[in-house]
T-cell receptor, first 113, second 112 residues
Framework: ETGVTQSPTHLIKTRGQQVTLRCSSQ?????VSWYQQALGQGPQFIFQ???????GRGNFPPRFSGLQFPNYSSELNVNALELDDSALYLC????????????FGEGSRLTVL | KNEVEQSPQNLTAQEGEFITINCSYS?????LHWLQQHPGGGIVSLFM???GKKKHGRLIATINIQEKHSSLHITASHPRDSAVYIC??????????????FGTGTRLTIIP
């Protein structure tokens, strides 16, 4: 039990739709990061938020966007869904960027039809 | 070529065997994480290393910064150690921010 919860756990969307995934951080953690993991692959870093500001981004297009709220919970939004967006989306919280221990949620599995 | 390479991709061993999983990387890093992922997706952080060696129970992680290489060892392996083990490197992107780059993982199966 990491104290990081994600919702929803599973969802199905169609191409062109928009999706919002949510993550609640472990208490006291001000950094959250999001990852996309395709089947059989390692996770890919999407972006990181620190104190409500994006402070790092991987190689993902602008239709992947995020928010971090004052309570340090976070959202990942994906617009104009494509079939290749089907994946497990993981969030992780930490006390200070990536140099502290990362606490992962169980993930949200997105299927795009 | 990926910045992070893990070997082997798959490993099957008998209970009790000593396990070694390797991670090599090609860029300068400030830290390296070892993670464990069970079926269903949940990821647990095992270690974060920037130099030397760390030990936790039956798990040992080492890193050689000069050789750009890290290893994860499991002593007295047990079926509950069966999982995918992933290494991830922390480096600075071309834009000057931190980024975490993952290997594709090593699938470990321990047979009773």
């Amino acid at each position: 039990e990491t104290g990081v919860t994600q919702s929803p756990t599973h969802l199905i969307k169609t191409r062109g739709q928009q999706v919002t995934l949510r993550c609640s951080s472990q208490s006291g953690h001000n950094t959250v990061s999001w990852y996309q993991q395709a089947l059989g692959q390692g996770p890919q870093f999407i972006f990181q938020y620190y104190r409500e500001e994006e402070n790092g981004r991987g190689n993902f297009p602008p239709r992947f966007s995020g928010l971090q709220f004052p309570n340090y919970s976070s959202e990942l939004n994906v617009n104009a869904l494509e079939l290749d967006d089907s994946a497990l989306y993981l969030c992780a919280s930490s006390g200070w960027g990536f140099t502290g221990e990362l606490f992962f949620g169980e993930g949200s599995r997105l299927t795009v039809l | 070529k990926n910045e992070v390479e893990q070997s082997p991709q798959n490993l099957t061993a008998q209970e009790g065997e000593f396990i070694t999983i390797n991670c090599s990387y090609s860029v300068g890093i400030s830290a390296l994480h070892w993670l464990q992922q069970h079926p269903g997706g949940g990821i647990v952080s095992l270690f974060m290393l920037s130099s030397g060696k760390k030990k936790h129970g039956r798990l040992i992680a080492t890193i050689n910064i000069q050789e750009k290489h890290s290893s994860l060892h499991i002593t007295a392996s047990h079926p509950r150690d069966s999982a995918v083990y992933i290494c991830a490197i922390l480096s600075i992107s071309n834009f000057g921010n931190e980024k975490l780059t993952f290997g594709t993982g090593t699938r470990l199966t321990i047979i009773p």
